[in-house]
T-cell receptor, first 112, second 114 residues
Framework: ETGVTQSPTHLIKTRGQQVTLRCSSQSGHNTVSWYQQALGQGPQFIFQYYREEENGRGNFPPRFSGLQFPNYSSELNVNALELDDSALYLC???????????FGQGTRLTVV | AQSVTQPDIHITVSEGASLELRCNYSYGATPYLFWYVQSPGQGLQLLLKYFSGDTLVQGIKGFEAEFKRSQSSFNLRKPSVHWSDAAEYFCAVGLSGGYQKVTFGTGTKLQVIP
């Protein structure tokens, strides 16, 4: 059984660019959640995907969007990057209805 | 809206000493409560969770937490800290009905001195 894997582990982008982060959910999990963790802060919920549809969203603007694929893997897309988007982006997967999610190691995004 | 407060940003304890990390939550109904640990550069690992039943919850690595509804608290404890426990600890509250839109506290960074 493989855990949650995220790619890439680190990347640097320029303000105004677009970025795509990827997450492979743990085997058997059909729900993926994305979180943004700024330096020195706790993770903040961005959105959750279940069966390829957005299933809840936090306080993030529309330039944060996502996808979930039939194999339950997921992408987080961020358009028009801003300096404040620099953070660790965490993906978590679970089986819908279960009360525990498993986190990946995260992608460290730096916007310059 | 649900919220979580971790009043201690940093805590330093000696190896072998006891530990208590504080967490207060705000939520209209009985919440789902979690404690996670994060080592530098790592993702989050679940230590323990509470949904209902016995208010004293046992977790991994010798940690336990106690749910006190009257105080809206869910403090994490460990009787004897090991150097490997140095990490950041996050308390979190979730909606009922499964893992949905979990709200995290700002974290407590634990330093362990010899």
């Amino acid at each position: 059984e493989t855990g949650v894997t995220q790619s890439p582990t680190h990347l640097i982008k320029t303000r105004g660019q677009q970025v795509t982060l990827r997450c492979s959910s743990q085997s058997g999990h059909n729900t993926v959640s994305w979180y943004q963790q700024a330096l020195g802060q706790g993770p903040q919920f961005i959105f959750q995907y279940y069966r390829e549809e957005e299933n809840g969203r936090g306080n993030f603007p529309p330039r944060f969007s996502g996808l979930q694929f039939p194999n339950y893997s997921s992408e987080l897309n961020v358009n028009a990057l801003e300096l404040d988007d620099s953070a660790l982006y965490l993906c978590a997967s679970n089986t819908r209805g279960e009360t525990e999610a498993f986190f990946g190691q995260g992608t460290r995004l730096t916007v310059v | 809206a649900q919220s979580v407060t971790q009043p201690d940003i940093h805590i330093t304890v000696s190896e072998g000493a006891s530990l208590e990390l504080r967490c207060n939550y705000s939520y209209g109904a009985t919440p789902y409560l979690f404690w996670y640990v994060q080592s530098p550069g790592q993702g989050l690992q679940l230590l323990l969770k509470y949904f209902s039943g016995d208010t004293l919850v046992q977790g991994i690595k010798g940690f336990e937490a106690e749910f006190k509804r009257s105080q809206s608290s869910f403090n994490l404890r460990k009787p004897s800290v090991h150097w490997s426990d140095a990490a950041e600890y996050f308390c979190a509250v979730g909606l009922s009905g499964g893992y949905q839109k979990v709200t995290f506290g700002t974290g407590t960074k634990l330093q362990v001195i010899p």
